[in-house]
């Protein structure tokens, strides 16, 4: 559900397109992949009266207390101009290297859930070739969950 929740925040979340909205996201398909790892098929729709935009490097970083998670990755994407439309997009999401089971495991305590926050790369590009890199930081995990949760109802 993170990478989902950040996906939505970020679609939402770019300056001049206050008026983009997700009508819905679903997570469609998860496999593992390797030891620490996961590929995930989301399905989100997306009302985007504003011009085209391409999403590229979309990158997410999860941390709790600090320590970094894991890292999610979504492949790029181009939001077609003044349309409602469905998209299927390709993700990954890969453990730490220092993260033990007992840290996933804490992951499902709602107190640690409070704990974890998100920290979000990725670039914007018109059609006409402006592009703008978007950072945020220290992003709430809970938030971007919420956020989730309101788009399914």
């Known amino acids: 559900m993170p990478v989902l929740a950040v996906m939505l925040f970020l679609i939402t979340?770019?300056?001049?397109?206050?008026?983009?909205?997700?009508?819905s996201a679903n997570i469609e398909n998860i496999q593992p992949y390797g030891l620490k790892g996961?590929?995930?098929?989301?399905?989100?729709?997306?009302?985007?009266?504003?011009?085209?935009?391409?999403?590229s490097e979309m990158e997410a970083v999860v941390k709790n207390s600090g320590k970094v998670i894991g890292r999610v990755t979504v492949d790029p994407f181009t939001m077609k101009a003044r349309r409602v439309e469905m998209y299927d997009l390709k993700a990954r999401m890969t453990l730490d290297q220092s993260v033990s089971l007992f840290d996933i495991l804490m992951l499902f305590d709602k107190g640690t859930l409070e704990t974890c926050v998100v920290d979000v790369t990725?670039?914007?590009?018109?059609?006409?070739?402006?592009?703008?890199?978007?950072?945020?930081?220290?992003i709430p995990l809970k938030k971007l969950i919420d956020y989730a949760d309101k788009t399914r109802k």
């Open 38 to 55: 996961l590929d995930m098929t989301l399905k989100i729709e997306v009302d985007n009266p504003a011009a085209q935009v391409s999403l």
């Open 13 to 23: 979340s770019c300056g001049r397109f206050d008026d983009i909205k997700v009508n």
């Open 122 to 138: 990725l670039k914007a590009r018109l059609k006409s070739g402006v592009s703008r890199t978007l950072n945020e930081k220290d």
